[in-house]
């Protein structure tokens, strides 16, 4: 089989474009991609426990430790002891946090909308469930099980 007649090439590749742009369009408000999600991920003004944040974005909890460190330094986000939970820390967007955040979700929705402007809704229909198709049978234990 060759490597363009592989599904996880065209989603790699695809992914791989749109992750270019997103931090193409992050780049002009001194942000990246991630970021950008994170900021996305963390609601405005009742903040988010940092234990959700990882699975919503798909990330391993070393790989959040850091970015929520990268954004604590550039004044982004504020951690808090949760004040109905003291073993718990919640995530706030500063001021700032929730400007790029506005910048974020302007960004992904002028993609979005240009996605949608370009394919006709009937493909995108099909692409959404062929995508979850895919994701679902990715999450199988038993593919590689002898018989």
Same mark, same amino acid.
């Given at each position: ?32 991609? =991630? ?10 003004? %009742? ?25 604590? %330094? ?13 073993? =718990?820390?919640? #995530? ?13 979700? %302007? ?13 006709? =809704? ?7 469930? #062929?995508?979850?198709?895919?994701? =679902? ?11």
């Amino acid at each position: 089989m060759k490597r363009e007649e592989t599904i996880d090439h065209h989603v790699r590749t695809a992914w791989h474009g749109i992750s270019r742009f997103y931090n193409q369009q992050a780049a002009k408000f001194g942000g990246t991609m =991630s970021i950008g999600f994170a900021l996305l991920t963390i609601h405005g003004d %009742d903040g988010t426990p940092a234990t959700k944040i990882a699975p919503q974005m798909g990330l391993e909890p070393r790989s959040l430790t850091r970015l929520l460190k990268s954004m604590e %330094d550039k004044k982004l986000i504020l951690r808090k002891t949760d004040k109905k939970d003291k073993r =718990s820390v919640r #995530v706030f967007l500063t001021r700032e946090g929730k400007k790029l955040r506005e910048n974020a979700k %302007d960004i992904v929705i002028r993609f979005n909308e240009l996605v949608r402007e370009e394919i006709p =809704s009937r493909k995108l229909e099909v692409f959404f469930e #062929v995508i979850q198709q895919i994701q =679902s049978l990715s999450k199988r234990n038993d593919i590689y099980k002898k018989t």
